[in-house]
């Protein structure tokens, strides 16, 4: 007689099961899993199969859940964090005190790195691990524990912190202004303008909502990296329009100044903490979470 555990389905096929009703695609589901589309598709068929019933709609936009498939991902999906949480903790004690962070150049290299080490400090039984770049890392793949992200919150799988209050303004050296100096708003159209492609908001944003004309001429420079527009800035090459918490310590130190009011600057919510569900009781991410927002003396909210 077969026994009723021979009837379960597998964790890989419960894993694409769950990864594919979050992102409502195949493809996506199978690069957050290391895996190919095609291999996506058999486990969900070979699930589909085994519970004798249909859990997506497809079709040419991507795949939905059914009724069934709603009913069934209400069941499994806490099971599956209930076993990632045991699995973390029943980890050696070498994987529990490695946490391992992946954020945005820019933000690694002018907010994160300066500060780090006072959370090296707080919390020595962590061994720190940081990668940076603007791809997006698969958690499970790369290893992950946070991601702190630049661009539009749109990973619905994950939990995200947004960070709050952040500003873009229009920043130059003092060695700048004294030579060419700023009164207006009206008068940058005529100075030298640094382009930061990275950011949300750019400059013909900018000098939209201060409701002037785009500049005619190029720009002095284009950078894709907010730390070269920043550095060229303190080299007193023109004026930048970049956020005030990549600059915070440019403009601490006086190598920048805000040229406008603050009236002038511009909200923008570019960086958000990310990490899988149930993460965040973990000692190693709860400690980082509670230490970066009162680095940033700023709200974080989900």
């Known amino acids: 007689m077969e026994k009723q555990s021979d009837h379960l389905p597998s964790i890989k096929s419960l894993r694409v099961f769950e990864q594919v009703a979050h992102f409502g695609n195949v493809a996506r589901a199978a690069e957050e899993l290391s895996i190919t589309p095609s291999a996506a598709s058999h486990q969900l068929a070979k699930l589909e199969r085994e519970l004798g019933c249909i859990l997506f709609n497809r079709s040419a936009k991507g795949v939905v859940l059914t009724l069934s498939g709603e009913h069934y991902l209400r069941e499994v999906g806490p099971i599956l964090l209930s076993l990632t949480q045991a699995t973390a903790r029943i980890s050696n004690e070498k994987a529990r005190s490695n946490l391992r962070i992946h954020c945005a150049p820019s933000f690694g290299l002018l907010w994160l790195l300066p500060r780090i080490h006072k959370f090296r400090d707080s919390y020595p039984e962590f061994q720190l691990t940081l990668s940076c770049s603007y791809e997006n890392l698969s958690f499970s793949r790369d290893n992950i524990d946070i991601a702190i992200r630049h661009g539009f919150p ?124 149930g993460f965040a009781q973990f000692p190693r991410v709860a400690h980082f979470l509670s230490w970066i927002q009162q680095e940033l003396k700023v709200l974080i909210l989900c």
Do not use: C
């Open 154 to 277: 749109d990973w619905n799988s994950f939990e995200i912190k947004t960070i709050r209050h952040e500003r873009m303004s229009v920043l130059a050296s003092p060695e700048y202004l004294k030579k060419h100096p700023v009164n207006q708003a009206a008068d940058l159209i005529h100075h030298a303008l640094i382009l930061s492609e990275s950011p949300l908001i750019q400059w013909p944003q900018w000098f939209a909502s201060q409701q002037l004309p785009q500049p005619d001429k190029e720009w002095l420079f284009r950078f894709d990296r907010s730390y070269m527009s920043l550095e060229a800035a303190m080299l007193g090459h023109g004026l930048i329009f970049e956020s005030e918490l990549l600059a915070e310590d440019y403009l601490r130190s006086g190598k920048l100044v805000r040229v406008l009011s603050e009236q002038e600057s511009l909200p923008v919510s570019a960086h958000h903490l990310v990490f899988p569900r």
